[in-house]
């Protein structure tokens, strides 16, 4: 019945009308696609929950603040002392500045350090709802304005973060894009050794890369869902890598049918009836482990999970329809020159990975026990692991200019102004909330002197040192208990440190609660798969533990190799849903097989052709998706390059020694016992499948199932 399915799909005719219909939605969906960055949000106040204390604070501070203002610091700096006539200058600047497009209040400054040798002024910018995207050039244009002579000028504060941001994402789509295809190409060139076969499984992955990013700006323009420039970034490696994972494993089982039969369309109906239900399951593992992340509180993680979802349902959509359909029309040649003709010899029975598999069998409670004790001593590098956010100046791979000004104010005694913290409380009870505020050592004198609105007054206080540093996080703890106690004011604290330290505890909770849930909905997954108990679990075992060495290592290159310091809050959950919802995609590949040799050849053997069969084009697919997600280490993000990196060497760990070494060890150690409680492989004999017509080849030769 399946087969039939999949036959009429890359049928004669049906083949041109599956070609035509992706052509047309390819064209529609383009103009789309190429809008999806301008319904990006950015802003981290959008990332969080209703129920955070900022946010809240951030309702009640709509009276006196827009949340569409952006204050902005230009920084000025001489060694040896700023000069009469550069102050002079710097002060002339600030009539020109007051009349730049978008400014709104009046320009603060400027303002001198103590030592003579700095000076800050201070402008709020407002350019709507997406003004965030007019900084980079509007601080072009206030560097040029406020030039001095011999004095060193940076743009500081959240202006220009925003506007070093907005650099950072500069191009993002289409460089992660090239560079991704880039890789994959040159692997796919070293796998197929075809040099034309690549282009198919690249253009598939493409079509379902503009047709997913089509379907997200729809849902992002009419239904709200969050989509960022990190979002977007992970949604291109994801789409690519996964796609050219399930392009791998059709293609290699369409080349072992082309040896079978003679007809290719024949050989494609067979092809995809016994691929597609491993890539569908793979695919289907993914999807539901992203959209796990709907539990999420952080509202940036939890658009996350549907953006990826989307992103590997529609690329499923396009593997086993468009990639089929492209296959089937080019015919053979397509993989010159080493054809698979009718009945040439299968050479993955005698290649490496059958190599392999034959050096575990002897042993193979000695392999397995090995193996799981190295990755148990990989994992203790998890103790190194400080994911409890990263400052200002940690959040880069590289030093941007409003880094090097936020530190030059920090080393010459300047508190950046731009960036209070802002208490709301009853405005009766004003007064008692900055007498709160003011027993909080270290901040700058509370004020309170802004007139109440609607029955709500303000207070504000300076933060010294960065904003989104522990030290910051301490005070606004601090400040929180300590105006909480004020009877009657209901006071809440927001600012810019608030809300930095609301995502950090929204985040940790996230990783609290989606962890375990995406554990057990893929174990759900595997065993209705699979149709047992005991194989389900020891494979989760093995991810947990491969997710558990690669976050151990990764921590170490982190700290030891990069000179990071710490990773995102974040950081954990991202990494684990990406490897187990990826990295158990290699053993749904595998143990599919296994469970289809099993059948007549017993568990123990037909582990080891499983291996054999499996194991050049797992290995190629764990290549692929290790390289595009290493692809991210191109984008000055230290939170990305971090993913990036974590995820790669997990993806690597599970296709090299997990699911080829640990896996295969468990398999012929425990033998049919794996199948628990099925009756699939009693005593490790040969089952004889039920009194059924076989399928059979255009010979009428049967065929395994």
């Not at 010899?345 to 290649?351: A, K, L, Q, V």
């Not at 920090?410 to 008692?432: C, Q």
């Not at 959950?573 to 990826?582: E, G, P, S, T, Y």
């Not at 697919?621 to 595009?628: D, R």
Request: hydrophobic share 50%; glycine share 8%.
């Amino acid at each position: 019945m399946h087969r039939q399915i999949a036959g009429k799909l890359t049928g004669p005719v049906t083949k041109w009308i599956v070609l035509a219909a992706w052509i047309v939605i390819m064209v529609v969906s383009s103009g789309f696609a190429s809008k999806l960055t301008d319904v990006q949000n950015n802003e981290a106040s959008s990332w969080l929950p209703s129920s955070a204390e900022s946010t809240r604070a951030l309702e009640k501070l709509a009276p006196f603040q827009d949340q569409n203002d952006i204050p902005t610091v230009v920084v000025y700096e001489r060694v040896g002392g700023l000069t009469a006539d550069d102050l002079a200058a710097i002060k002339s600047h600030v009539a020109e500045i007051q009349d730049m497009k978008g400014v709104v209040g009046q320009v603060q400054g400027p303002i001198p350090s103590e030592d003579g040798e700095v000076a800050q002024t201070i402008v709020t910018y407002n350019f709507g709802q997406n003004g965030w995207n007019d900084l980079p050039a509007t601080a072009d244009k206030l560097r040029d304005i406020a030039a001095v002579d011999g004095v060193t000028l940076h743009i500081a504060g959240p202006g220009g973060q925003a506007a070093d941001s907005a650099e950072a994402f500069a191009g993002i789509d289409g460089t992660l894009l090239f560079a991704t295809l880039g890789v994959v190409i040159l692997i796919l060139l070293f796998t197929y050794r075809s040099p034309v076969l690549w282009i198919l499984p690249i253009l598939s992955a493409v079509f379902a890369l503009f047709t997913s990013e089509a379907v997200i700006y729809f849902l992002a323009k009419n239904f709200d869902l969050t989509v960022n420039g990190q979002s977007q970034g992970i949604l291109t490696v994801l789409v690519v890598g996964a796609g050219t994972d399930y392009a791998l494993l059709l293609v290699a089982r369409y080349r072992e049918e082309l040896r079978r039969h003679e007809d290719r369309h024949e050989a494609m109906a067979f092809a995809l009836h016994r691929a597609a239900p491993a890539i569908l399951a793979s695919a289907g593992t993914v999807v539901v482990g992203m959209l796990c992340l709907l539990l999420a509180d952080m509202n940036s993680t939890a658009g996350l999970g549907p953006v990826n979802a989307i992103g590997v349902a529609v690329t499923l959509l396009v593997m086993v329809t468009l990639l089929p359909a492209l296959l089937v029309i080019c015919g053979r040649w397509i993989f010159w020159p080493a054809r698979p003709s009718m009945g040439s010899p299968e050479p993955t029975s005698s290649g490496l990975w059958a190599k392999v598999g034959r050096r575990i069998a002897p042993r193979p409670r000695t392999v397995w026990v090995g193996t799981a004790v190295v990755l148990m001593i990989a994992c203790l590098g998890l103790f190194k692991l400080d994911a409890h956010g990263l400052s200002t100046e940690d959040q880069y791979t590289k030093e941007f200019d409003s880094i090097k000004g936020q530190q030059v104010l920090m080393a010459h005694g300047l508190v950046d102004s731009s960036s209070p913290l802002m208490i709301v409380a009853n405005a009766d009870k004003v007064e008692d909330v900055a007498a709160a505020v003011a027993t909080v050592d270290g901040l700058g004198a509370p004020d309170s002197s802004v007139p109440p609105v609607d029955g709500v007054g303000l207070v504000t206080a300076t933060v010294p040192g960065d904003v989104a540093a522990q030290a910051a996080f301490d005070k606004v703890d601090e400040v929180r208990a300590a105006v909480h106690d004020v009877a009657g004011a209901d006071a809440l604290v927001g600012g810019t440190s608030a809300l930095y330290l609301d995502i950090e505890k929204a985040s940790s909770r996230d990783n609290l609660v989606i962890i375990p849930v995406v554990l057990v909905v893929v174990m759900l997954i595997l065993m209705l798969l699979l149709r047992a108990v005991l194989s389900p679990l020891l494979l989760m075992l093995t991810v947990v533990l491969s997710f558990g060495a690669a976050l151990g290592i990764s921590t170490l290159l982190f700290e030891y190799v990069f000179g990071f310091n710490g990773a995102d809050a974040s950081f954990p959950l991202f990494v684990f849903v990406f490897l187990v919802a990826l990295g158990i995609d290699y053993n749904i590949f595998l143990m599919t097989r296994v469970r289809e040799e099993t059948v007549t050849r017993g568990t123990r053997e037909g582990s080891l052709v499983a291996l054999s069969a499996t194991g050049g084009v797992i290995t190629s697919a764990g290549l692929v998706l290790a390289a595009t997600f290493a692809v991210l280490g191109s984008i000055p993000l230290v939170f990305l390059a971090e993913m990036g990196t974590a995820v790669a060497l997990g993806v690597i760990l599970d296709t090299m020694i997990v699911r080829s070494v640990l896996v295969t060890a468990l398999n012929l150690d425990l033998g049919g016992r794996i199948w628990w409680p099925s009756q699939l492989d009693r005593g490790d004999h040969v089952v004889v499948p039920p009194a059924t017509t076989p399928e059979t080849d255009h010979t009428g030769t049967p065929v395994s199932v």
